[in-house]
C-alpha cells in the first residue's frame, strides 16, 4: 500500500474549475497505476478517471468526458484531475486510488486509497 494525500477540493460556483492534486509516498511511484473516484450522499463510489504508468494510458467516465483532465507527475510523485466546466452533479468527495498491478476502471481493483477532498458547486 502507498499512502495518497489529496488536496485542492472546495466550494465553486457552477461552471467554474478546479484542480485536485494526490500526491504519494513511496519511491516507485511510476510503477503504479492512478485513479479518480468520487462518491455523492447517498451514491456508490464511481468510476471517475484512470492513468497508467507504462504509457500514460487514459479512460475517463462518460460523465466527465471532455470536461476533467487526468494526468501525472512522476517526479513529484503526484496524480492531478483538472475538472472545468464544473456542474452541481459532480459535487462529492472525491478519492485518490493507486494499485501496484491492474488497470481497471473497477474500486475492488484497488488497493490504496486516499482519505478524500469534498468538492461542492453551487447553482
Known amino acids: 500500500q502507498m499512502q495518497l494525500v489529496e488536496s485542492g477540493g472546495g466550494l465553486v460556483q457552477a461552471g467554474g474549475s478546479l484542480r485536485l492534486s494526490c500526491t504519494a509516498s513511496?519511491?516507485?511511484?511510476?510503477?503504479?497505476?492512478m485513479a479518480w473516484f468520487r462518491q455523492a450522499p447517498g451514491k456508490e463510489r464511481e468510476f471517475v478517471a484512470t492513468?497508467?504508468?507504462?504509457?500514460?494510458?487514459?479512460t475517463y467516465a462518460d460523465s466527465v468526458k471532455g470536461r476533467f483532465t487526468i494526468s501525472r507527475d512522476n517526479a513529484k510523485n503526484t496524480v492531478y484531475l483538472q475538472m472545468n466546466s464544473l456542474k452541481p452533479e459532480d459535487t462529492a468527495v472525491y478519492y485518490c486510488?493507486?494499485?501496484?498491478?491492474?488497470?481497471?476502471?473497477?474500486?475492488?481493483?484497488?488497493?490504496?486509497w486516499g482519505q478524500g477532498t469534498q468538492v461542492t458547486v453551487s447553482s
Open positions: 486510488a493507486a494499485d501496484r498491478t491492474a488497470y481497471t476502471t473497477q474500486v475492488t481493483g484497488y488497493t490504496s
Open positions: 513511496g519511491r516507485a511511484f511510476f510503477r503504479y497505476t
Open positions: 492513468i497508467s504508468w507504462s504509457d500514460g494510458t487514459i
